[in-house]
């Protein structure tokens, strides 16, 4: 099944740098916020490969 709170970082990530590079429409500082706060909550309960994930898609947080 996974880990849900990781899933749901990952997809939020994912719809911010979408909506950053215009694929999608949205609200670009509504949806970095919503990524950061899906990271913060997975952190806690991921593996450490997990982890390892969850920095690089912070990383893509950032640089948007």
């Known amino acids: 099944?996974?880990?849900?709170?990781?899933?749901?970082?990952?997809?939020s990530v994912a719809y911010a740098a979408n909506i950053a590079s215009g694929s999608v429409q949205g609200d670009k500082y509504e949806a970095i916020?919503?990524?950061?706060?899906?990271?913060s909550s997975a952190y806690t309960?991921?593996?450490?490969?997990?982890?390892?994930?969850?920095?690089?898609f912070q990383k893509t947080i950032n640089s948007i």
């Open 33 to 39: 916020l919503k990524a950061k706060n899906a990271l």
């Open 45 to 56: 309960n991921c593996t450490d490969a997990e982890r390892a994930q969850l920095r690089e």
């Open 1 to 11: 099944m996974g880990n849900q709170l990781f899933q749901q970082a990952r997809e």
